[in-house]
């Protein structure tokens, strides 16, 4: 049962728990907020965002991310930190919180700070606790460097706002996609919970903005503009609630700003049996319903054991993981909905090709694509073709034709974009545009890096599969979904 | 061939710009080097010149007013390269600049420009890398206190990254490479100053153990990795091991 025993940690002790504890939250950034420094106070914020250090696992490490507390009142199966496991436990108090993060700060470790907790005692006693260590870090350590905090669902609306204007990002994880996944790995919490507060920041970043002259919604990149279709465009109107005489009065100062770098969420992949359509729709309603500035994906790292959860020594689901990411870049910057990259019949990403591959592959009657005359969002959809390149074809066709060597001169890499594309009418080799020789070559030319990506301790294996002339499959469990697949 | 020859320093620099360009011996006949001169040449005639700031301040307005205030950045940032050839490159793109103007910068498919457009660029990267991973210690009583071994000569672009932030610390950012120290005190500028031997080893001397909170540091790197993830050559793919020698958590 729960193991509450109490032992007197050192600061370093309490560090390494609590680190530890925080580690698989892969909210890692520090990008979204520019704020200039001032003298007597320390720090400041690059929206670009700026990286530390890369762990032994090659993320990287931009700030102190740590649990206030790994002590917690729920069981969520998943989660290392439940109730039912004998753990050692740790919590610290809001001045510790304080110190490592300022002195941290000064030795250029961090950009700042990501607070997380368990759950103690209750939500709102917890989200108290880490409201306070934020208002002590900004005016009693006049810190002004970057903070990133999870709200914690069924805490009190207000004390979840006064946070909102200390932080630069708030988030609360969905962790699961579907109703169901929740309610069996999370008793205790439901979407309804989870999204509560979503909804709220939303609303208060909306009024914010308003508040300065500016649209709602979150500026996103420039590119969407040229994108027509993009999902941020179907996205719903944002109804804003009346803000309340007490919400007003709780603002800081005129110059205070409300979670100025948007709030995030993150979903765990395959812990449950959800797909990568259900999580990627998931994803393209909460960028339109709450107009989050990121969702992040976690692959599933089986810690407990229990029925309801993968087995222990199930390998974390790494290119599955990756797939996410890329599929999510594609919503964001080019332009794609989450429809026209699954769809439940095919809901799984393929394993060996990148989404925009796949996708092209089963649209080939668009291509191939004259790089003089297409379009913006139609070059966008060339495999190989980014978001970059497109933007110099575009510029450089101003001043002339573009022949592949002028392609290579401006920098656009050809080694899948030229199965796609002509110049001047003419492809670069005399090649069938056909569904199966496309799918070789590109898979081909992919497999490395795709079975690295799930297999970072053993990528070695690889020359074994190259002499056997296999295509190396990345999980067992993913070469059965290929094979029921398109190869 | 005459060629005109100075120190590694930007004043310098100007000046022997400003000198060989009024020595009107026409850009053909001429090239300019930096001191000390690794392989002499046996038909040219070398001039070197001492650093003069009017010269170089009437060299650096001009290229403001006639070319522009982001071409005198860019000459800058090159300036402050490792290579040996950045000033006859620097010359030879002036040359350009003046005759061209503002539209220069563009002018990318351009040898001469896009030579020092990637000098500069590799000056630029180089100093974000270290506005990553500096790290500060502490030495009593309140000082903090960063080594650094850049390639190029950073500290002039790295040092005001730091004054936004830490602008009312005590702080020095040694470049041991150069024996040249950003020296920042508590609410003021900082400045550039030079550093003996002796100076170096007193700073590296009082720092050794006397930092609380690199020990925590390393504890928390050591617990952030996730075991299950491992994958040393993505993280060096991300951190090349030499930008390591300096960065507390690896030491
Ligand atoms: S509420 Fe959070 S900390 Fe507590 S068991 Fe669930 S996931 Fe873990």
């Known amino acids: 049962m729960a193991a509450s025993v109490h032992v007197c940690n050192t600061l370093e002790e309490k560090l390494t728990i609590l680190a530890d504890a925080a580690k698989y939250d892969v909210a890692c950034t520090s990008s979204g907020s520019d704020r200039r420094g001032k003298k007597g106070s320390l720090g400041n914020a690059f929206s670009a965002g700026i990286c530390h250090s890369f762990a032994s696992d090659g993320r990287c490490i931009s700030i102190l991310k740590i649990l206030l507390s790994n002590e917690c009142i729920y069981d969520c199966k998943y989660c290392l930190n439940r109730r039912s496991n004998d753990h050692p436990r740790a919590t610290f108090t809001p001045e510790e919180v304080c110190t490592l993060t300022v002195e941290f700060y000064k030795r250029n470790y961090i950009e700042g700070l990501f607070l997380s907790s368990g759950i103690v005692k209750n939500p709102a006693y917890t989200m108290e606790q880490m409201y306070r260590a934020l208002y002590l870090l900004r005016t009693q350590y006049h810190f002004r460097g970057y903070i990133h905090v999870k709200t914690i669902p069924g805490a009190d609306p207000e004390i979840i706002e006064r946070t909102g204007y200390l932080a630069d990002r708030m988030s609360t994880n969905v962790e699961l996609p579907t109703r169901e996944g929740l309610e069996t790995l999370a008793p205790g919490k439901t ?35 040229h994108l027509p279709g993009n999902i941020f465009e179907r996205a719903q109107a944002l109804e804003l609630e009346e803000k309340s005489a007490r919400a007003m009065a709780i603002m800081p100062s005129s110059e205070a700003s409300f979670v100025p770098a948007g709030q995030s969420t993150q979903m765990i992949v395959g812990a449950t049996r959800e797909n990568d359509y259900q999580l990627l729709m998931t994803s393209q309603a909460l960028y339109q319903r709450f107009d989050l500035k990121r969702v992040f994906y976690s692959a599933y790292v089986p810690l407990n054991e229990d029925a309801l959860l993968p087995e222990k020594d199930t390998p974390v689901p790494l290119l599955r993981e990756h797939r996410l990411y890329q599929a999510d870049w594609l919503l964001r ?29 089963r649209h080939l009657e668009i291509f191939p694509v004259e790089v003089n005359k297409a379009s913006y969002d139609l070059l966008l959809k060339v495999p190989g073709i980014g978001v970059k390149s497109a933007m110099r074809i575009v510029k450089a066709r101003r001043s002339g034709t573009l022949d592949f060597d002028g392609l290579k001169r401006i920098g656009v890499v050809l080694k899948r974009a030229k199965y796609f594309i002509t110049c001047k009418g003419k492809m670069m080799y005399h090649i069938p545009i056909e569904e199966d020789f496309l799918t070789r070559q590109l898979t081909g030319e992919d497999a490395r890096t795709t079975w690295e990506m799930g297999h970072p301790q053993t990528y070695r294996q690889l020359s074994l599969f190259d002499d056997m002339q296999l295509v190396a499959p990345p999980t067992v469990e993913d070469t059965k979904k290929t094979l029921q697949g398109q190869l | 061939m005459v060629i005109f020859t100075c120190a590694d320093d930007f004043e310098a620099m ?34 070197s010149i001492p ?40 010359y030879r793109f002036l040359v350009y600049g003046f005759h061209f103007g503002a539209k220069v910068l563009d002018m990318l498919g351009e040898p001469v420009v896009s ?71 508590k609410d003021e500028e900082f400045y550039l100053t030079s550093l003996t031997d002796e100076e170096l080893t007193q700073m590296e001397a009082a720092r050794e153990g006397a930092d609380p909170f690199v020990s925590l540091w390393k504890s928390f790197f050591a617990a952030i990795g996730i075991e299950q993830r491992r994958n040393a050559r993505c993280q060096r793919n991300m951190l090349p091991l030499w930008y390591r020698k300096h960065m507390t958590e690896f030491q």
């Open chain 1, 191 to 225: 979407h309804q919970k989870i999204l509560a507060p979503l909804r709220q920041i939303q609303s208060g970043i909306g009024q914010h903005r308003l508040s300065q002259g500016k649209s709602p919604r979150l500026e996103r990149h420039q590119i969407n503009a």
């Open chain 1, 333 to 361: 910057y080019y332009g794609f909905s989450a429809e026209e990259l699954l769809s439940p019949e095919k809901p799984n990403f393929n394993v060996l090709l990148d989404p925009k591959c796949d996708w092209a592959l």
């Open chain 2, 14 to 47: 100007l000046t022997c710009i400003y000198d060989a360009w009024a020595a009107r011996l026409g850009h053909h006949n001429i090239r300019l080097a930096l001191e000390p001169v690794e392989e002499m040449e046996l038909f040219a005639s070398y001039r």
């Open chain 2, 51 to 90: 650093a003069d700031p009017a010269k170089a301040e009437k060299v650096a307005a001009s290229i403001k007013k006639k070319i522009s205030p982001a071409a005198f950045r860019m000459v800058y940032g090159a300036a402050l390269h490792e290579s040996r050839e950045k000033l006859d490159a620097i």
């Open chain 2, 115 to 185: 030579k020092v457009f990637s000098l500069q660029r590799k000056v630029q990267n180089e100093t974000h890398f270290f506005r990553e991973f500096t790290r500060f210690s502490l030495v009593p009583p309140q000082i903090y206190f960063a080594q650094i071994e850049p390639k190029c000569q950073v500290l002039p672009l790295l040092a005001p990254h730091f004054v936004d932030r830490m602008p009312s610390e005590y702080w020095i950012i040694a470049d041991k490479r150069r024996r040249v120290a950003a020296v920042h005190p």
